[in-house]
């Protein structure tokens, strides 16, 4: 059986993050933005007394017009959504003071956290990222506790996993995905090209500086079918330069108004002879538009290619909907839950068959050298995604704002991940792939925590209630 615990404190946390390049997706661009590091104590049922409070960690950009990209809000007050979710969760979380699994813990404040959310006019995309925050740091302090480190522990589920929140499967469908899950060794890296970021020569897509010698490449897409080809064009002929093989993915953030105008951009790709060194390596599209509209929109003959969701990824039927509606896949990202992560990798096993494939892929909302890369490629590297959109190194320099000191210690628990380049730690690129071998310490895919006497509170706003929940 799956230990119980029980949750007895949860600490909120953030440090500022600065771009050492704009970066741009779909209307927004980004040039800095705060990370909140989470730290939560946990106990553990019928471990004796003297183990006492078991801590774990977990650490998210709050990238702000992501979750929520409605105009009339501000970039500020999208963050200010999201430091909402986490305190709403928290009192949430705090309030189940009985033990219980790490997944009915989830699954029992999930519900409750995304009605709560709305009556602050919260939406459920951002509503799940307080719930995927404190989750990681449950299982963090879980693992810790026991002595096991991530992927041990998955492989005999600890965190108690079951079909409650997808009854589309079965209990012992994901007990036999997460068996038959292996650590993969390397992981590798899909470079992004944001809309702002250089295209020809030095510091361009095809500059190995810059790409890191990356064998796949992120697009990013302005939702104009004329302008992206034009783009799209430009980009593949640099990549066209590399001295190896390469492959492409699409991404669109919800630009793409309507079926037309993404039929206009799929009807170039497949005519258009100056798109080919794009459109013959084109492995999906995500996300291309409105997650509203897209719930709405059968992709009908445009599923001859393959299309996954991202942001409309807000809740567990959102897979099954897509695949009604011709979406062969579904991104992973630990802000939006790793075990829902979890339960769609099982979901794209079970509905694969020789003649139709579904897949989950790995996608990067900036995660930042430290806790948030880690967690989020170990993740990826569990449930089988052989290559992941990695970002934050390219808009981020290194750790950025963080203390030397803790730099230094991340460094020295995982020498395979990052390597020291004078005064700067980052990133450490092999081949275009990163590894994976030191992720396997206890926890949660880290040897050792943020220095918290560096960090500051996160910052507390103030609850919003709508009118008609106010009378």
Not at 42 to 63: D, F, L, T
Not at 130 to 157: C, H, S, T, Y
Not at 376 to 390: C, P, Q
């Amino acid at each position: 059986m799956p230990p119980r615990i029980a949750v007895r404190d949860i600490a909120f946390f953030e440090r500022p993050v600065g771009f050492v390049r704009p970066f741009r997706f779909g209307a927004v661009v980004v040039n800095a933005a705060p990370q909140v590091f989470v730290r939560v104590g946990i106990e553990i049922e019928g471990q004796e007394k003297n183990k006492g409070i078991s801590i774990g960690a977990s650490a998210e950009m709050m990238v702000p017009k992501w979750f929520d990209k409605r105009p009339q809000l501000s970039t500020e007050q999208t963050v200010t959504e999201l430091r909402r979710s986490l305190t709403i969760a928290r009192e949430l979380y705090l309030a189940q003071s009985g033990f219980e699994t790490a997944f009915a813990l989830h699954a029992r404040c999930l519900p409750e956290q995304v009605e709560a959310c709305a009556k602050e006019d919260i939406p459920p995309l951002a509503a799940a990222f307080g719930p995927a925050e404190i989750d990681k740091a449950i299982l963090d302090a879980l693992l810790r506790g026991v002595g096991v480190n991530f992927f041990d522990g998955m492989n005999g589920n600890i965190a108690g996993i079951d079909a409650r929140l997808s009854p589309d499967i079965r209990d012992e469908d994901i007990a036999q995905f997460l068996a038959r899950c292996r650590r993969l060794d390397r992981v590798a890296l899909r470079h992004t090209v944001g809309l702002d970021d250089q295209i020809e020569g030095k510091g361009g897509v095809a500059d190995k500086r810059e790409n890191s010698d990356a064998r796949y490449f992120k697009l990013k897409l302005n939702g104009d079918p004329e302008a992206d080809a034009a783009r799209l064009t430009r980009i593949g002929n640099e990549l066209a330069t590399l001295p190896h093989a390469y492959s492409v993915t699409l991404d669109a953030n919800e630009q793409y108004a309507d079926l037309a105008a993404l039929a206009a951009l799929s009807e170039r790709l497949d005519r258009d002879a100056a798109l080919r060194p794009i459109s013959t390596r084109l492995l999906y599209v995500e996300q291309p538009m409105p997650r509203d509209i897209s719930r709405q929109s059968p992709l009908g003959a445009l599923a001859v290619r393959d299309f996954i969701i991202d942001e409309a990824d807000d809740s567990y039927d959102a897979f099954p909907a897509a695949r009604e509606l011709g979406y062969r896949g579904i991104s992973s990202k630990s802000c939006k839950g790793i075990y829902k992560s979890v339960i769609n990798a099982a979901r794209a096993g079970i509905w694969s068959t020789e003649d139709q494939r579904y897949f989950i892929t790995g996608e990067d909302l900036t995660c930042q050298a430290g806790l948030g890369v880690q967690q989020d490629l170990a993740l990826g590297a569990m449930i089988g995604v052989t290559h992941a959109e990695r970002n934050g190194h390219h808009y981020v320099d290194g750790f950025a704002e963080t203390p030397a000191a803790e730099a230094r210690a991340f460094l020295a628990a995982h020498p395979d991940l990052y390597a020291s380049d004078g005064n700067i730690i980052r990133l450490s690129i092999h081949d275009g792939d990163l590894l994976t071998v030191s992720l396997t310490a206890p926890g949660f895919a880290s040897g050792v925590h943020p220095d918290w006497a560096t960090l500051s509170p996160l910052q507390q706003p103030k609850a919003k209630i709508l009118q008609e929940h106010s009378i």
